[in-house]
């Protein structure tokens, strides 16, 4: 849940507190959960509302998506500029992108949720998902070439 709302909101501290709330919401309705199937698929809907809520309300008008979950201490000083370069670039290419391809993206490959389980989560159906995640990686990809291809935006 907090992974998905640090995409959603980028700010950790944000992140924290929309994940505080829904931990705090589910905790209420503790008892109507075993009504749904999937628990899982229910928080990360909740946590996927409340973000989109959040950003809507204009309480965070001043973040952008960044992705700091890559932190690796067994790389080169050089190679960590790069991969951080890249992290900074795909984060700027993901806020071209539409609202609904940013979060299939998130759930399916930061977070690695099957397409079923996003179908519950989104109320989308799993061939609309597929094809909202395939768009979003041909444009990241896309954006990607340019860059290497051409030099810096």
Not at 56 to 77: A, F, G, M, P, W
Not at 79 to 88: A, G, K, S, V
Request: aromatic residues 8%; proline residues 1%; glycine residues 2%.
């Amino acid at each position: 849940m907090y992974r998905l709302a640090l995409r959603l909101l980028t700010s950790k501290e944000s992140a924290q507190d929309a994940t505080q709330e829904v931990i705090l919401k589910l905790w209420n309705r503790n008892n109507k959960l075993k009504d749904y199937a999937n628990i899982e698929a229910f928080a990360m809907t909740v946590t996927k509302n409340y973000c989109l809520d959040q950003l809507k309300s204009k309480q965070n008008n001043n973040l952008k998506i960044v992705h700091s979950n890559y932190e690796s201490h067994d790389r080169t000083s050089y190679e960590q500029l790069e991969i951080n370069d890249e992290l900074e670039q795909i984060g700027r290419i993901l806020e071209l992108l539409p609202d609904q391809q940013k979060l299939i993206f998130q759930l399916r490959d930061v977070e690695q949720y099957e397409y079923e389980e996003i179908s519950e989560i989104t109320q989308m159906n799993e061939t609309a998902i597929r094809v909202a995640l395939s768009r979003a990686r041909k444009k990241i990809r896309e954006e990607l070439l340019k860059t290497h291809r051409y030099g810096i935006n």
